[in-house]
């Protein structure tokens, strides 16, 4: 093992920056292998607080804006709490495994899809969710023009897109320095961003008579069928939390005790991030109420709400969270490619990682579908939850080979057909294209109403784990899964 997978800390370098660079490196090619619980960092409180700061960004008032054109408040407060932890509850428990093992679920995931089908699913993933973090950067970029037009500073046009790379690029910047350096700014960093979210709810619910807001139900054709919007808005809320399910790993695998790794994802994310939903729903119907049009911009809901001077207190709601939530979300990612591509530097993947976001800006349409964007994304990783449950929980029963995982010399159990696993790769697929038969999330049109009842996110994710643990029940199928591994005798040990 490199000096780099060892912990112990480089002989050669020099410099305050070159250190940092061999630190994060150290860092992430630590965190492709398994740690051991003497070196986990974290207790619960930590976890809870970087999977919050990775949830509270701007995308969850986009989110919440959008909840507010399918219902009525009230079914919008039970969908964004209840709809979002119900789905939390289910596929968060996979987060175990990472806990336990002190992996990330993208080594496990080599049993499920074999070495270079891990590859293909990850890069895959990337495609379909860093498109999240261009949204951060729109928002923010929006957010500190509109600010800066509140108090009679306008900014040229041309400025929106600089300002979304400066977001990104600070992210990217805090990410470099790694997990630890994030862990210090949100314990002081959440606990402002969370109190600034209920004081935005409560600004909101003065600004208009409460009863504008509890009454309030979206304008719509009144030959609309009701419930399809409804389900529409749970569908929203599993596709919501159910995105951040590739990244869901990179925190708790440095989590002490496996409840605590558990319970952190569930309530960072089900708790804090939809609050943040809601305070934008709030604060989109009162904008309604008062300036007879929604936006999707805190700064200027706030401003025009409460005051300019109390705008800029949105300046820490937008700046900090944005960047805070690119920071965790590059480093995640960049420590999932690393597992994946352990060739490739930590510090390439996120430069990549950076110019994709900034590409995507530049395009400029995210936003714009961001309902479609949403769905889409939800039709692979609906997959991908299952069968990383169905893997896991049922087929597998908790016993895997590390030795096989990690590709070591005479373990190649994980190899299946030249480095691709055909079952996974085939449900994978499969799920997919049960998604698209059951709801066209570009046109908008419910193909099989009854599984589209169960919402598409989750009707796929219920089909997909019941195909592959029917698959895996055929002799010659299982063979073929467990070829060579003798019931992963070492049981991940």
Same mark, same amino acid.
């Given at each position: 093992m490199?000096?780099a997978?060892s912990g112990?800390p480089?002989? #050669?370098?020099?410099? &305050? ?18 740690i051991p ?8 409180f930590?976890?809870f ?7 509270i960004?701007?995308?969850?008032y986009? *989110? ?11 079914q ?14 289910i596929? *968060?428990l ?6 336990r093992?002190?992996?990330?679920i993208?080594?496990?995931?080599k049993t499920?899809?074999?070495h270079?089908?891990v590859?293909?699913?990850a ?28 108090? %009679?500073?306008?900014l040229?046009?041309w @400025? #929106?897109?600089?300002? &979304?790379?400066?977001c990104?690029?600070a992210?990217? $910047?805090l990410?470099?320095r790694?997990?630890a350096?994030?862990?210090?700014a949100?314990r002081i960093?959440?606990?402002?961003l ?5 004081? $935005?709810?409560?600004?909101?619910f003065?600004?208009?008579p ?11 054709d ?10 529409m ?9 159910i ?6 790993a990179?925190?708790?695998r440095?989590?002490?005790?496996e409840?605590? %790794?558990?319970?952190a994802g569930?309530?960072?994310?089900g708790?804090?991030?939809?609050l943040f939903?809601? &305070?934008?729903?709030?604060m989109?119907?009162?904008m ?5 049009q ?8 706030l ?5 300019p001077a109390?705008?800029?207190a949105?300046?820490?709601?937008? &700046?900090?969270?944005?960047i805070g939530? *690119? ?11 690393k597992?994946s ?5 930590y ?7 950076l110019?994709?976001?900034c590409?995507?800006c ?11 964007f949403l769905?889409?994304?939800?039709c692979?990783?609906?997959p991908?939850?299952?069968l990383?449950?169905?893997d896991?929980f049922i ?9 096989a995982?990690?590709?070591l ?11 691709f ?12 294209a049960? @998604? ?5 999330? $570009?046109?908008?049109? $419910? #193909?099989i109403?009854?599984?589209f ?5 989750g009707?796929?994710?219920?089909i ?18 467990f070829?060579?591994? #003798? ?6 040990k």
């Open positions: 490199s000096a997978g112990k480089p002989l #050669h370098g020099s410099g &305050a920056a070159e250190m940092v660079e061999l630190t994060v490196e150290r860092e992430a090619v630590f965190g492709t292998l398994p619980k003497s070196g986990r960092r974290f207790g619960f930590d976890a607080l970087i999977l919050s700061g990775y949830c960004a701007t995308w969850s986009t *989110q919440g804006v959008y909840l507010t054109t399918l219902v009525g408040f009230g919008l407060l039970i969908g964004a709490f209840f709809g979002a932890l119900l789905m939390l509850l596929y *968060q996979p987060v175990i495994l990472s806990v093992f002190g992996i990330d993208w080594v496990y995931l499920v899809f074999g270079g089908g590859r293909l699913v890069v895959l993933i990337i495609i379909i969710n860093f498109p999240w973090y261009s949204v951060c950067a729109e928002l923010f970029a929006s957010s500190m023009q509109n600010l800066s037009a509140v108090f %009679g500073l306008p040229p046009s @400025s #929106h897109l600089p300002l &979304a790379i400066l990104a690029t992210g990217t $910047v990410a470099l790694g997990v350096a994030i862990a210090v949100t960093l959440v606990p402002i969370i109190a600034v979210g209920v004081l $935005v709810i409560v600004i909101a003065r600004a208009v409460a009863e504008a807001i509890w009454s309030y139900r979206p304008a719509r009144g030959n609309t069928d009701n419930i399809i919007p409804y389900i808005s749970i569908e929203a809320n599993f596709a919501f939390v995105t951040l399910v590739g990244g869901m990179g925190i708790p440095l989590v002490r005790a409840r605590a %790794g558990y319970w569930v309530l960072g994310q708790v804090s991030g939809s939903v809601v &305070a934008g729903a709030v989109s119907i009162a309604q109420h008062v300036a007879g929604a936006t999707e911009d805190p700064t200027l809901m401003a025009t709400l409460a005051s109390f705008a800029l949105s300046l820490m709601l937008v &700046a900090f969270a944005n939530t *690119q920071a965790v979300g590059s480093y995640i990612y960049g420590v999932m490619l597992a591509f352990s060739s490739v530097r510090r390439t993947l996120l430069l990549i990682l110019a994709y976001v590409g995507l530049a395009w400029g349409g995210i936003t714009k579908y961001f309902g479609a769905t889409i994304a939800a692979v990783y609906a991908l939850a299952a990383l449950f169905a896991f087929v597998r029963r908790g016993r895997f080979s590390l030795r995982a990690f590709g010399p005479g373990h190649g159990e994980y190899s299946f057909t030249r480095g696993n055909l079952v996974g790769l085939f449900c994978v697929a499969a799920g997919v049960v @998604s698209l038969l059951i709801y066209d999330p $570009v046109n908008s049109i $419910v #193909h109403r009854p599984l009842m169960l919402t598409p996110t009707a796929t994710f219920v997909t784990a019941a195909l592959y643990c029917a698959l895996c029940r055929i002799p010659r199928i299982r063979r073929y899964l070829r060579g591994e #003798h019931g992963a005798e070492d049981g991940g």
